[in-house]
Nanobody, 121 residues
């Protein structure tokens, strides 16, 4: 079964930086899009950034210029570099991958367990 393992969350002061990582493993045939979403308390899950296998990216307006998404296709890993963090960036960040597994041979959507990012002084 496909697994997405996230790491890198934590507590940081406003203006600080964090780097999130997500490694996809097990039964992977091909990954199309990888990305990050976040959900703050009382709010819906929202897109943060996504990246295609070719390196095309898309960002939420709220993080443009502060966050950078990158990807290591050889290791099925996606990263999110977060700079100039603000209290409103506080949320659980979820890794997402749209991929074809060796089990299903069809394109499906997979989620990680989430990692907490808290921006507070």
């Amino acid at each position: 079964q496909v697994q997405l393992a996230e790491s890198g969350g934590g507590l940081v002061q406003p203006g600080g930086s964090l780097r999130l990582s997500c490694a996809a493993s097990r039964s992977i045939f091909k990954i199309a899009i990888m990305g990050w979403y976040r959900q703050a308390p009382g709010k819906q899950r929202e897109l943060v950034a996504i990246i295609s296998s070719g390196g095309s990216t898309n960002y939420a307006d709220s993080v443009k210029g502060r966050f950078a998404i990158s990807r290591d296709n050889a290791n099925n890993t996606v990263y999110l570099e977060m700079n100039s963090l603000k209290p409103e960036d506080t949320a659980v960040y979820y890794c997402n991958a749209q991929l074809v597994s060796t089990m299903t041979r069809s394109l499906n959507n997979y989620w990680g367990q989430g990692t907490q990012v808290t921006v507070s002084s």
